[in-house]
């Protein structure tokens, strides 16, 4: 069955604590594994996308890479205004996108 | 990236009336998606639709309740029917396009609350 699955659920972090957030997955015929930001009350914003396993993008704080099996979403140096929900999302053969449950993110000052 | 748009923003129904979400894309799709995100929940997708094509809806969703119309390439409408209390929710739309293949860009997203 295809499935995304996120980890953790909620990280709460200091300013300037670096962590990472996990996107695994089983889908049949990857087509691209996505992660998008979303603040409350508002549409996901499109962050990353990656495509073959090995393949990194970079944004600023963040850092996407990604395997076979599962993706990670590093924070270098956080600050309060990244504080959101990550959402993790995979398009598989025909066209199916799947959404994980995210992570919500808190980073304190 | 595509700016899009929605109508409402919000609204609150009652029960058993139906009501009709606007997306506005401000340039040309091909593929136009609607999805629901229930409180704390992530995203499901409701539908794909298409311009010129009957709209394709994925397992639990039906065209009865959710009908949805595309007439041209940069707008589509959803309608949520005969309203219960479980479809409170948010519904979004979203577009495909941008510099790399298959990335989807999302409205504001409608909050729906049903009474």
């Known amino acids: 069955e295809d499935q995304v699955t996120q980890s953790p659920e909620a990280l709460r972090l200091q300013e300037g604590e670096s962590s990472s957030l996990n996107c695994s997955y089983t889908?049949?015929?990857?087509?691209?594994l996505f992660w998008y930001r979303q603040d409350p009350g508002k549409g996901p914003e499109f962050l990353f996308t990656?495509?073959?396993a090995g393949e990194e993008k970079e944004k600023e704080r963040l850092k996407a890479t990604l395997t076979k099996k599962e993706s990670f979403l590093h924070i270098t140096a956080p600050k309060p205004e990244d504080s959101a929900t990550y959402l993790c999302?995979?398009?598989?053969?025909?066209?199916?996108?799947?959404f994980g449950s995210g992570t919500k993110l808190n980073v304190k000052p | 990236s595509a700016v899009i748009s929605q109508k409402p923003s919000r609204d609150i129904c009652q029960r058993g009336t139906s009501l009709t979400i606007q997306c506005q894309v401000d340039?040309?799709?091909?593929?136009m998606f609607w999805y629901r995100q229930q409180p704390g929940q992530s995203l499901t997708l409701i539908a794909t639709?298409?311009?010129?094509?009957?709209?394709?809806?994925e397992s639990g969703f039906v065209i009865d309740k959710f009908p949805i119309s595309r007439p041209n390439l940069t707008f589509s409408t959803l309608t949520v029917s005969n309203m219960s209390p479980e479809d409170s929710s948010i519904y979004l739309c979203?577009?495909?396009?941008?510099?790399?293949?298959?990335?989807?860009?999302f409205g504001p997203g409608t909050r729906l609350t049903v009474t």
């Open positions: 979203s577009v495909e396009g941008g510099e790399q293949l298959y990335e989807q860009y």
């Open positions: 889908v049949s015929g990857l087509r691209g």
């Open positions: 990656l495509y073959s």
């Open positions: 999302a995979v398009q598989a053969d025909f066209n199916k996108f799947y």
């Open positions: 340039s040309q799709v091909t593929m």
């Open positions: 639709a298409n311009q010129g094509s009957e709209a394709t809806y």
